[in-house]
């Protein structure tokens, strides 16, 4: 089955500073990476996402990029704001299982001001 | 407008009791999901139907664990003689796919 792998776990940053997050994945079959949010006691939040045909998408701050060859994929958050501080995981689904979503073990990220 | 409601947010149980969480869809859904979190970690998935077909259960999912969803709209998740170890966030989800999949608020399960 699929395993992603997620990395730094924890991420310190200054506001105004841009933040990276790491993921890689090992199924090939694997063509749909959402990245969530997740505040402290609510549900995780789609943030942007990505399909396999595409290689790089942008939203105002935050921006994904997709190497499928190496089978990593990352996230990118410009400009951080202290509201930026969450946990924030990755994940990867084939429509071959079902659309399951297979997550990363998240990062935590703190804006200071 | 998308959206699920998870009934109880909390739920607090003596080890060996049975416990039911219901999930639902504000909108119709093909696609449903239940999802456990543990504490520090992503979302691992439970199960999942199509409708009211329910097409995969995860090995996480043992012989005390039931889902069903009778009528493709609503769903319920039984834990059967709870554990400690099942003490985790239960998470519903709609879509997915190839599309958002949109989560509820959870049920935070404590097994004392």
């Known amino acids: 089955g699929e395993n992603v792998e997620q990395h730094p776990s924890t991420l310190s940053v200054q506001e105004g500073d841009s933040a990276v997050i790491k993921c890689t994945y090992s199924?090939?079959?694997?063509?749909?990476f959402p990245w969530y949010k997740q505040e402290l006691g609510k549900r995780p939040q789609l943030i942007i996402d990505?399909?396999?045909?595409?290689g790089e998408k942008k939203d105002q701050r935050i921006a994904v990029t997709l190497n499928k060859t190496a089978k990593h994929f990352s996230l990118h958050i410009t400009e951080t704001q202290p509201e930026d501080s969450a946990v924030y995981f990755c994940?990867?689904?084939?429509?071959?299982?079902?659309?399951?979503?297979?997550f990363g073990a998240g990062t935590q990220v703190v804006v200071t001001p | 407008d998308t959206g699920v409601s998870q009934d109880p947010r909390h739920k607090i149980t003596k080890r060996g009791q049975n416990v039911t969480f219901r999930c639902d869809p504000i909108?119709?859904?093909?696609?449903l999901y239940w999802y456990r979190q543990t504490l520090g970690q992503g979302p691992e998935f439970l199960t999942y139907?199509?409708?009211?077909?329910?097409?995969?259960k995860s090995r996480l999912l043992s012989d005390r664990f039931s889902a069903e969803r009778p009528k493709g709209s609503f769903s319920t998740l039984e834990i059967q003689r709870t554990e400690q170890g099942d003490s985790a966030m239960y998470l519903c989800?709609?879509?997915?796919?190839?599309?958002?999949?949109?989560f509820g608020q959870g049920t935070r399960l404590t097994v004392v």
């Open positions: 139907f199509q409708n009211e077909a329910q097409l995969e």
């Open positions: 199924d090939s079959a694997s063509n749909y």
């Open positions: 990505i399909r396999s045909n595409v």
């Open positions: 909108s119709e859904h093909n696609r």
């Open positions: 994940a990867a689904s084939s429509t071959d299982s079902w659309g399951k979503l297979q």
């Open positions: 989800a709609i879509g997915g796919g190839g599309t958002e999949a949109f």
